[in-house]
């Protein structure tokens, strides 16, 4: 009778152990198949997606072919690349024709001359200009104004009637003489927030060189306490890892352009276009670093380091990082438009061997034009250089 009783406990058991079993293969195959349902439509949602954003792509390009059709040759650009047959011995140095050079803070107070001196002198230029908003004014941004009046997009000519005439209509319309030679058909204005590497990248496809003039200090202040802007110190206290224009957006802008010379270069190798094969030993150099020189301002302490110290961490990340692009960094004199006349001769010394120690000046304008021929001028590659023009 015991023994009955246990085997048929053992055997209520085993029958029991056998339909948990039973139970959890069921839920295994049930789940199987309800991931690979869920698999399935994932896979149908992002192919949809996926399709969806190739046709509005596809829909915006048919809308900028339309519309470049409906601009005409008014906005064709004023260089194009010459054929094999002209090529002359120059085109195989460094020269800006037919390159696109994308300057980096266009609406501050050196890139929006530094635009100037480029469209102006380089008519065979295409000029990039990115600024940090091309809307109006924001806490944290100047829009294009400054841009637009340096490089003459606002010049014309106006007429306005008297007060006590009957015609007091007031006009003003562009002057194709005045113009003529500011060459604005070779500008494109572009808006970017260097602190994004992937707004960098876009704004740098297909440029061969990149003049960077941005800043987030106003002299050696940081611009969140020279211009008491609350939207600034906010920015620096929340994350005071980030937002230094000077090391993370030059960093996140010299990636761009390492892409965008890879991508030249792999295009280059496909293509059976003698020009661009021969286009290389003509290129620019890569990088032209803006930096301030030692004696220009006192230095600073900032939540992020010093002045001089965040703009060494800059220099150094481009020469150490990024050894494939060629580059230079010009530590400019403190800018006087005041006191110091223009077109005056540029003094470059080696920083390393510079001890001069003193406050050194120079105008915008010889400012720029410094910067833009260090462009094609091979014996400054891998320098740093101070510079400066003697006062007068
Ligand atoms: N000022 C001098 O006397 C002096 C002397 C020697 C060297 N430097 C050096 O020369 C360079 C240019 O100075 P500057 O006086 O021309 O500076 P700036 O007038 O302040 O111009 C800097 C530009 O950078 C843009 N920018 C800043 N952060 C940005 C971001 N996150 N994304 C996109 N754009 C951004 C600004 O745009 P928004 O204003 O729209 O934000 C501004 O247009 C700097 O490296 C400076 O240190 C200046």
């Not at 908003?133 to 003459?152: D, K, M, Q």
């Not at 003489?177 to 994004?196: G, H, I, K, S, T």
């Not at 003509?282 to 001089?308: M, Q, R, W």
């Amino acid at each position: 009778m015991k023994t009955t009783a246990i085997l048929l406990c053992c055997s209520l058991l085993l029958q029991a152990i056998v339909e948990v079993i039973s139970f959890t293969v069921f839920l295994h195959k049930r789940n199987r198949v309800s991931h690979v349902v869920l698999l399935a439509t994932e896979e149908e949602e992002s192919g949809d997606e996926s399709r969806r954003y190739r046709d509005q792509a596809e829909q915006l390009r048919e809308q900028i072919r339309a519309m470049e059709a409906e601009l005409g040759p008014t906005r064709q650009r004023s260089y194009s690349p010459p054929k094999q047959e002209e090529l002359e011995p120059e085109d195989l140095e460094m020269s800006l024709r037919g390159k696109r050079i994308l300057v980096a803070g266009a609406n501050g107070r050196l890139g929006s001359m530094v635009c100037r001196y480029l469209l102006r002198n380089h008519p065979q230029t295409e000029v990039v200009a990115a600024v940090h908003y091309v809307g109006e004014n924001s806490p944290t941004s100047r829009g294009y104004g400054r841009l637009s009046y340096e490089v003459g997009a606002e010049d014309g000519v106006g007429s306005l009637g008297p007060a006590w005439s009957e015609e007091r209509d007031a006009t003003f319309t562009y002057d194709p003489e005045v113009m003529q030679n500011y060459n604005l058909q070779n500008l494109r204005l572009v808006e970017c927030e260097f602190l994004d590497p992937v707004q960098c990248a876009t704004v740098a496809e297909g440029c061969d060189a990149v003049i960077w003039c941005a800043t987030d200090f106003n002299g050696n202040l940081p611009r969140a306490v020279s211009g008491l802007n609350v939207a600034f110190l906010f920015r620096a206290v929340a994350s005071p890892d980030k937002g230094r224009v000077e090391v993370e957006g030059l960093q996140n802008m010299l990636g761009a352009l390492r892409q965008a010379q890879l991508d030249k270069k792999r295009q280059n190798q496909f293509s059976s276009d003698f020009f661009s094969k021969a286009k290389g030993g003509s290129d620019p150099i890569n990088f032209v670093l803006v930096s301030t020189d030692a004696n220009a301002f006192k230095n600073t302490e900032t939540p992020f380091g010093s002045f001089y110290g965040i703009k060494q961490r800059g220099e150094d990340l481009m020469k150490e990082e990024f050894p494939s692009l060629t580059s230079t960094v010009l530590r400019l004199g403190r800018f006087d438009d005041n006191f110091v006349a223009e077109d005056l001769p540029i003094e470059m010394t080696d920083a390393a061997d510079d001890s001069a120690g003193q406050e050194r000046l120079i105008n915008r304008r010889d400012a720029a034009r410094a910067v833009v021929d260090a462009l094609t001028n091979e014996s400054l590659v891998g320098k740093t250089l101070n510079v400066w023009t003697k006062a007068r």
